[in-house]
């Protein structure tokens, strides 16, 4: 098969993923982040570290139904990304959402249920990103493998932090269920051929 | 009082052009200079507060509108700011999309009904409804349940003179307002998003409570269709919810409505909707808000700041069960 070189195609794919982080720093400078500039970043942000995670889910079944091996190189880097949007997402919780002010933060993460699976699919995020070095992958082995299993916890988690959080229009995170369910499903149906081939 | 129809009455054809040209001129030039004098004099008087007052001037003006002591004097949200970032799920669900989709929305002709135990139910067309009333300018604090907040000079009819005038009998115990419900026109109506049409609803006394007023415009201006033309319920010691927008039905019933909300998420919202920074939304907590335009939060205060004319509605209610 005919594929572009992944390594040129890596850095166009990332530079254009940052392309949304440029533009809102550059809407925040310019002050255009609508009346409510706080609440817009954190759903831009939000919106953007959902995409790039299902992006980076997208790849292994890509790759198995194409045959293209290569395009594995750029599952990191989405998850990279994600994890990228998500943390600035979070620091803006932190910052301009809850300044500083602790007590509160706790008692939403205890309290509130959309909270409460935002932050444990960032915890997810992070020990993912922080165990995405080749390094870390040689010294956990086979455990890395089991480790990282954990994105789809964190996809799921992210769905349902979307879905918890709307008021009535659940439009957008029905859609982000939808395409999570097929590429989990895509999974499910290879091992279950993957076992009846070996089998047969 | 006449409002003009957007669309083709302009305020220029109330008054001459020119002498509206001039008197414009002229309080503008009042007005500058006015600011000025209290500027140089109070160093720290907000002179730009002053300045945001006008809309944009593309909506016809409202003339004769009295000024009320139960005006705030704080700064004012910014027109821009007021009239893009809605809530109004009939025209989509994203705070941009209401200015966009109700572009076209027609607010003539326009019949608003008063139905049930009053005296004299009828349907009026809406220009004939308002016209016996006086129009008043009532700057008050928004705050929406979802935690931002606005300061908004509205322009309307105090409630009360409605009630009195359409005469309700004893069996009145509560107000019950009704949306338009026109899915051709309004896009949100075509999902199941919420029960349409949108219901909100006010017990007696609160709707006679001075403060509460039908809306008619805002910003020196009729309402711009985002904001719930052509006439709107604002009571703001409540979560901005409860301002039912492009009325058509006010229903005077004797049992406690079934609002929108209400139906959609019963922890959530409760007939009263008073704010209240005690009692929390299950998804955020209520102490404190954002104004429109403002970068630090405030504590939010019990009864949006209006405690002293509403709080004795609630004397001896348990607010906490009484959300
Ligand atoms: C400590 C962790 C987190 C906290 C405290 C948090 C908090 C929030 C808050 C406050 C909102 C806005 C809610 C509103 O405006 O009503 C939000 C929206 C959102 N968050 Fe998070 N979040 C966290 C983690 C995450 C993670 C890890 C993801 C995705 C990977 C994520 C994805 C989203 C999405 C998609 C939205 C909705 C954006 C929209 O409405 O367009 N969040 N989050």
């Given at each position: 098969m005919n594929t572009p070189p992944i390594g040129i195609l890596r850095r166009a794919l990332l530079a254009a993923a940052l392309v949304p982080a440029v533009m809102l720093a550059y809407d925040a400078y310019a002050g255009?982040?609508?009346?409510?500039p706080v609440e817009y970043l954190e759903n831009e942000t939000g919106d953007w570290a959902i995409i790039f995670l299902i992006a980076s889910l997208a790849i292994t079944p890509i790759r198995r139904l194409t045959?293209?091996?290569?395009?594995?190189?750029?599952r990191k880097m989405f998850g990279l990304v994600a994890y990228f949007y998500a943390a600035v997402h979070v620091v803006i919780w932190f910052?301009?959402?809850?300044?500083?002010d602790v007590a509160t933060m706790a008692e939403d993460i205890v309290k509130r249920p959309f909270i409460t699976v935002g932050m444990g699919t960032f915890l997810i995020l992070t020990a993912l990103a922080v165990t995405s070095t080749t390094g870390a992958i040689r010294r956990l082995g086979r455990r890395w493998q089991q480790l990282h299993r954990a994105v789809y916890v964190a996809a799921i988690g992210a769905v349902v932090h979307f879905w918890w959080l709307v008021?009535?229009?659940i439009t957008r995170p029905r859609q982000w269920a939808v395409v999570l369910t097929l590429l989990l499903g895509f999974r499910l149906w290879w091992m279950w051929r993957a076992r009846t081939l070996s089998r047969s | 009082m006449l409002i003009g129809?957007?669309?083709?009455?302009?305020y220029s054809e109330i008054t001459p052009r020119a002498t509206y040209l001039r008197r414009r001129e002229f309080l503008q030039a009042a007005s500058v200079a006015a600011v000025g004098t209290a500027a140089a004099l109070v160093?720290?008087?907000?002179a730009v507060a002053e300045a945001q007052?006008?809309?944009?001037?593309v909506l016809p003006k409202l003339p004769n509108v009295k000024t009320s002591a139960?005006?705030?004097?704080e700064k004012q949200s910014a027109y821009a700011d007021f009239s893009t970032y809605n809530n109004f799920y009939e025209f989509g669900?994203?705070?941009?999309s209401p200015a966009i989709n109700a572009k076209?929305?027609?607010?003539?002709?326009w019949k608003i009904a008063i139905e049930g135990h009053v005296a004299k139910p009828a349907a009026f067309d809406f220009d004939e409804f308002v016209k016996p009333y006086a129009l008043e300018e009532r700057i008050y604090r928004h705050r929406c349940v979802e935690t931002w907040a606005a300061v908004v000079p509205w322009i309307g009819i105090p409630m009360a003179d409605i009630v009195k005038r359409v005469e309700p009998t004893s069996k009145a115990k509560f107000i019950e307002f009704v949306t338009l419900f026109d899915p051709a026109q309004m896009?949100?109506?075509?999902?199941?998003?919420?029960?349409?049409?949108y219901i909100e609803g006010l017990r007696l006394d609160e709707a006679m409570n001075p403060l509460t007023i039908l809306a008619v415009g805002m910003y020196g201006e009729v309402l711009p269709n985002q904001d719930g033309a052509p006439i709107r319920l604002v009571?703001?010691?409540?979560?901005?919810?409860?301002?039912?927008?492009?009325?058509?039905k006010i229903r005077f019933v004797e049992s406690m409505p079934r609002s929108t909300w209400m139906i959609k998420e019963p922890p959530a919202y409760?007939?009263?909707?008073?704010?209240?920074?005690?009692?929390?939304?299950p998804r955020w907590s209520q102490t404190r808000e954002r104004r429109l335009g403002e970068f630090l939060p405030r504590r939010t205060t019990m009864f949006n700041g209006y405690a002293d004319q509403v709080a004795k509605l609630y004397a001896g209610m348990d607010l906490r069960r009484n959300y």
């Open positions: 255009n982040l609508t009346a409510n045959g293209w091996n290569e395009v594995i190189r750029l910052t301009l959402v809850s300044f500083f008021k009535a229009d | 129809k957007p669309a083709d009455i302009r160093p720290s008087l907000p007052v006008q809309g944009p001037g139960l005006s705030t004097t669900t994203d705070k941009a076209r929305f027609r607010t003539r002709p896009p949100g109506q075509r999902d199941e998003i919420l029960q349409w049409p009571v703001p010691w409540k979560y901005g919810f409860k301002g039912g927008k492009s009325l058509v409760g007939f009263y909707a008073n704010v209240n920074p005690m009692v929390d939304h």
